[in-house]
């Protein structure tokens, strides 16, 4: 069953999305060559905290951080540490906060100083992806209206569009019913209502969609090799159309 917020739920989501944007604007103003993905952390925690709210990944499964801090090939799920960042790389940041109970979530890739033109080509196509999902949020559509133009925005240029790591709903928890694929046919899944929020978040890679995950238990890189990027924000369905919460 797909939970629909009330008024006042939305309301609360959208401080929770407000502070989450805040803590991922800071971060990545605060990417930069030389840079530590853990200091990239505490910082996305301090913004959190310091705004009465509470980091949404600490904890959750014994992730141990704020952020996941997922590195060029990495596409998901990257545990920040002493990692140096380095001019030319791209690093997805994904950061969530709670307030009173209702989850924010959202996550981008940032260009450490100068990158390839490759990198920002699939950086450009995965935040388009991303748009085309959100404009997708219209009451009376289908949830796989979603699913089918972030596919069809990322694969166009040829990228890989990631099969086993999806959007989400969310709300009084950070992962609820549906699951929200980045790949699939229009004019199927559950018909759209106002109230419903989603977690919409393409992971696309510039080579084959394959995944796999590493010895840590958490880290997801590309099989292949290949750049990941990952955009993502947390969208409600309203009568007015897409309602982006995660903004600040
Ligand atoms: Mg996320
Ligand atoms: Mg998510």
């Known amino acids: 069953m797909i939970i629909r917020k009330s008024a006042s739920e939305l309301e609360l989501m959208r401080t929770a999305g407000r502070i989450t944007a805040r803590a991922l604007r800071m971060v990545g103003e605060a990417v ?36 996941c801090a997922s590195l060029n090939e990495q596409v998901v799920h990257g545990i920040p540490g002493p990692t140096v960042l380095r001019e030319g790389d791209i690093l997805s940041v994904d950061v969530g906060a709670i307030v009173d109970g209702y989850y924010g979530d959202s996550a981008m890739t940032f260009p450490v100083g100068e990158v390839a033109p490759d990198a920002t080509a699939l950086m450009d196509a995965t935040r388009r992806a991303l748009e085309a999902g959100i404009a997708a949020c219209i009451p009376g559509m289908r949830l796989y209206d979603i699913s ?14 990631v099969r086993e790591y999806v959007g989400h709903g969310i709300g009084r928890a950070m992962h609820e019913e549906p699951q929200v694929p980045n790949f699939g046919p229009a004019g199927k899944g559950p018909t759209l209502a106002a109230g419903m929020v989603f977690a919409i978040e393409p992971m696309v890679n510039a080579g084959a969609p394959g995944v796999r995950a590493l010895d840590d238990g958490w880290t997801v890189v590309t099989a292949d090799g290949s750049l990941s990027a990952h955009f993502e924000h947390t969208v409600a369905v309203t009568e007015s159309g897409p309602l982006v919460l995660t903004l600040e």
């Open 32 to 67: 930069a060559p030389g840079v530590t993905t853990a200091e990239l952390d505490r910082l996305a925690e301090q913004v959190i905290r310091s705004a009465g709210a509470v980091p949404a990944f600490k904890g959750y499964h014994d992730f141990p951080a704020t952020i």
């Open 148 to 161: 089918a133009a972030i596919q069809r925005v990322a694969e166009e240029p040829g990228y890989g569009v």
